[in-house]
C-alpha cells in the first residue's frame, strides 16, 4: 500500500510539472516576452497564436488597388539633419512600406520576413477605426448626439469614472479618468492591463471600474487607452452587435479588403478595442483611402463626410497642434487622430512601436507603415517619420 501511495505522488507531482511548463510555455512565455529582442517582427504578425482573436472575413467583393510601381528614392532633412529613405526604413525596425498616390499603389516593399499577405498588427492604429464605427452609429442614429453622456447609452458606467462623461470627451481623450499611459514604466496602468487581463483571468470591461476620476471630463487633453476602450463597448451596446460584427458589415465588407483580418481579445471573447486590429497593409492603405475621400470609397459613401472633417478638426485650443502638453512633441488630437504640426491637411493614426497611416489630402497621398521596433516611439522619432512621408507626398511621380 505504502509503494502504491508513492508511485501515485510521484505521478502526481510529473503531472503538475509538466502542466505547469506548459502553461508557462505555450501561454505565459509568449505573452511575457511579446518584445523580446529578435522576436519583435515575427510576434506583430503572428498576434493571434500569442492572444484569442476573432476573426473577420474578408469581402465578397474585394477591391485591388490599381498599381504602377516606381522607384521612391527620397532624400529630406529634419531640424538641419539630413536623411535618406532607405536608411531611414532600416532605422526604424520598418516591416512594410506603402505608398499610394492618386488611389494607385507607386511604392511596396517588405522587410524582416514581412510579405503583402501578413496581417500586421495595428496597435494604436486601431482606435482610429474605432471612431469611424463611433461616426457610424451616429449617422444609423443608434447614438442621438456625440454630447450625451456615455452612461446613456452603457448605464453600467454610472459606478465608475465616466458617469456622466459625453462621448466626445472620450473621443477626444479628455474624459477626466486617471490612467498611467507610460509605457516605458513597467507599473504603469497600461503595462499592467495584459497581467489583469492573462494573469489575473479579468474581463476587459470589468478592469474599466479600477480607476478613479482625476478632473473634470474636457479639461485636459490626456492620452489613455481606457478612452478608446469604452467606445468600443459604447458600439457594443447602441448596435447589439459585437464589435467585430460591426465591423464587418460597417468597414471590412464595404472597404473591399482582399484578406480576412483579426481583432484581438480578452478571455472571454470580447475585443480590445483601443487596440489590437490585425491586417495586411493594403487593407489597412484602404481605411486611408476612404478618409483621404471623405467618407467614400470605390463610389460608395461608407462614412459621412462630415464626420471625417469633424474627426480631423481640433476643435478645442487645447488640442491644436501645438497646444497639448510637449510630451505630444506638438501633435494635435481629435477624434482618434493625430495632427502634425504645421498641419497643411494632413493627419495620421499611429500605434505603439512605428504604426503609422499617413494621409494628405492635398497631395492626394496614402502612407502605411509598418514596424516592429524594440522600444516606443519618442515624440522625436515621430515627427521625424511625419518628415519623411511629407518629404513622399510633395515628390512629383
Given at each position: 500500500m505504502k509503494h502504491w501511495k508513492l508511485k501515485f505522488f510521484a505521478f502526481t507531482l510529473l503531472f503538475l510539472s509538466i502542466s505547469g511548463f506548459s502553461l508557462w510555455w505555450f501561454y505565459l512565455y509568449p505573452k511575457q516576452n511579446l518584445f523580446q529582442r529578435g522576436k519583435v517582427a515575427e510576434n506583430f504578425r503572428s498576434m493571434e497564436r500569442i492572444f484569442p482573436s476573432k476573426m473577420i472575413t474578408k469581402s465578397t467583393t474585394p477591391y485591388?488597388?490599381?498599381?504602377?510601381?516606381?522607384?521612391?528614392?527620397?532624400?529630406?532633412?529634419?531640424?538641419?539633419?539630413?536623411?535618406?529613405?532607405?536608411?531611414?526604413?532600416?532605422?526604424?525596425?520598418?516591416?512594410?512600406?506603402?505608398?499610394?498616390?492618386?488611389?494607385?499603389?507607386?511604392y511596396e516593399k517588405y522587410f524582416q520576413g514581412n510579405s503583402t499577405t501578413a496581417r500586421n498588427t495595428s496597435w494604436s492604429m486601431a482606435k482610429s477605426f474605432t471612431s469611424a464605427l463611433v461616426g457610424i452609429a451616429i449617422a444609423e442614429g443608434k447614438i442621438e448626439n456625440i454630447n450625451d453622456p456615455v452612461t446613456k447609452y452603457v448605464p453600467e458606467l454610472v459606478s465608475t469614472a465616466y458617469n456622466n462623461v459625453p462621448i466626445k470627451h472620450i473621443l477626444q481623450m479628455s474624459s477626466g479618468v486617471c490612467f498611467d499611459e507610460d509605457y516605458s514604466s513597467s507599473?504603469?496602468?497600461?503595462?499592467?492591463?495584459?497581467?489583469?487581463?492573462?494573469?489575473?483571468?479579468?474581463?476587459?470591461?470589468?478592469?474599466?471600474?479600477?480607476?478613479?476620476?482625476?478632473?473634470?471630463?474636457?479639461?485636459?487633453?490626456n492620452y489613455i487607452s481606457l478612452d478608446s476602450h469604452v467606445l468600443g463597448l459604447l458600439i457594443r451596446r447602441t448596435t447589439g452587435k459585437s464589435f467585430t460584427e460591426y465591423f464587418q458589415t460597417k468597414l471590412w465588407e464595404p472597404l473591399g479588403a482582399e484578406s480576412d483580418a483579426s481583432w484581438l481579445t480578452d478571455l472571454y471573447g470580447t475585443e480590445v478595442?483601443?487596440?489590437?486590429?490585425?491586417?495586411?497593409?493594403?487593407?489597412?492603405?484602404?481605411?486611408?483611402?476612404?478618409?483621404?475621400?471623405?467618407?467614400?470609397?470605390?463610389?460608395?459613401?461608407?462614412?459621412?463626410?462630415?464626420?471625417?472633417?469633424?474627426?480631423?478638426?481640433?476643435?478645442?485650443?487645447?488640442?491644436?497642434?501645438?497646444?497639448?502638453?510637449?510630451?505630444?512633441?506638438?501633435?494635435?488630437?481629435?477624434?482618434?487622430?493625430?495632427?502634425?504640426?504645421?498641419?497643411?491637411?494632413?493627419?495620421?493614426?499611429?500605434?505603439?512601436?512605428?504604426?503609422?497611416?499617413?494621409?494628405?489630402?492635398?497631395?492626394?497621398?496614402?502612407?502605411?507603415?509598418t514596424s516592429a521596433a524594440e522600444k516606443p516611439s519618442t515624440g522625436e522619432e515621430h515627427l521625424v517619420m511625419v518628415s519623411l512621408f511629407r518629404a513622399i507626398a510633395a515628390k512629383k511621380f
Amino acid at each position: 500500500m505504502k509503494h502504491w501511495k508513492l508511485k501515485f505522488f510521484a505521478f502526481t507531482l510529473l503531472f503538475l510539472s509538466i502542466s505547469g511548463f506548459s502553461l508557462w510555455w505555450f501561454y505565459l512565455y509568449p505573452k511575457q516576452n511579446l518584445f523580446q529582442r529578435g522576436k519583435v517582427a515575427e510576434n506583430f504578425r503572428s498576434m493571434e497564436r500569442i492572444f484569442p482573436s476573432k476573426m473577420i472575413t474578408k469581402s465578397t467583393t474585394p477591391y485591388a488597388i490599381p498599381e504602377k510601381r516606381q522607384e521612391l528614392n527620397v532624400r529630406y532633412k529634419f531640424q538641419g539633419k539630413e536623411y535618406v529613405i532607405a536608411e531611414m526604413l532600416e532605422q526604424t525596425s520598418t516591416t512594410g512600406f506603402l505608398v499610394i498616390k492618386n488611389d494607385t499603389i507607386i511604392y511596396e516593399k517588405y522587410f524582416q520576413g514581412n510579405s503583402t499577405t501578413a496581417r500586421n498588427t495595428s496597435w494604436s492604429m486601431a482606435k482610429s477605426f474605432t471612431s469611424a464605427l463611433v461616426g457610424i452609429a451616429i449617422a444609423e442614429g443608434k447614438i442621438e448626439n456625440i454630447n450625451d453622456p456615455v452612461t446613456k447609452y452603457v448605464p453600467e458606467l454610472v459606478s465608475t469614472a465616466y458617469n456622466n462623461v459625453p462621448i466626445k470627451h472620450i473621443l477626444q481623450m479628455s474624459s477626466g479618468v486617471c490612467f498611467d499611459e507610460d509605457y516605458s514604466s513597467s507599473k504603469s496602468d497600461i503595462n499592467q492591463l495584459l497581467p489583469k487581463l492573462f494573469l489575473n483571468l479579468r474581463a476587459i470591461d470589468q478592469v474599466i471600474s479600477d480607476f478613479p476620476v482625476e478632473r473634470k471630463s474636457g479639461e485636459k487633453f490626456n492620452y489613455i487607452s481606457l478612452d478608446s476602450h469604452v467606445l468600443g463597448l459604447l458600439i457594443r451596446r447602441t448596435t447589439g452587435k459585437s464589435f467585430t460584427e460591426y465591423f464587418q458589415t460597417k468597414l471590412w465588407e464595404p472597404l473591399g479588403a482582399e484578406s480576412d483580418a483579426s481583432w484581438l481579445t480578452d478571455l472571454y471573447g470580447t475585443e480590445v478595442t483601443f487596440c489590437c486590429l490585425n491586417a495586411t497593409l493594403r487593407d489597412y492603405a484602404k481605411f486611408g483611402l476612404l478618409y483621404l475621400h471623405n467618407g467614400k470609397f470605390n463610389g460608395k459613401q461608407i462614412l459621412p463626410q462630415s464626420w471625417v472633417k469633424e474627426s480631423i478638426t481640433p476643435d478645442r485650443p487645447a488640442l491644436q497642434a501645438g497646444a497639448t502638453d510637449p510630451k505630444y512633441a506638438g501633435f494635435g488630437y481629435q477624434y482618434q487622430w493625430w495632427i502634425p504640426p504645421n498641419s497643411d491637411g494632413d493627419f495620421l493614426a499611429r500605434g505603439l512601436r512605428g504604426q503609422y497611416i499617413y494621409i494628405d489630402p492635398r497631395q492626394k497621398v496614402v502612407i502605411v507603415k509598418t514596424s516592429a521596433a524594440e522600444k516606443p516611439s519618442t515624440g522625436e522619432e515621430h515627427l521625424v517619420m511625419v518628415s519623411l512621408f511629407r518629404a513622399i507626398a510633395a515628390k512629383k511621380f
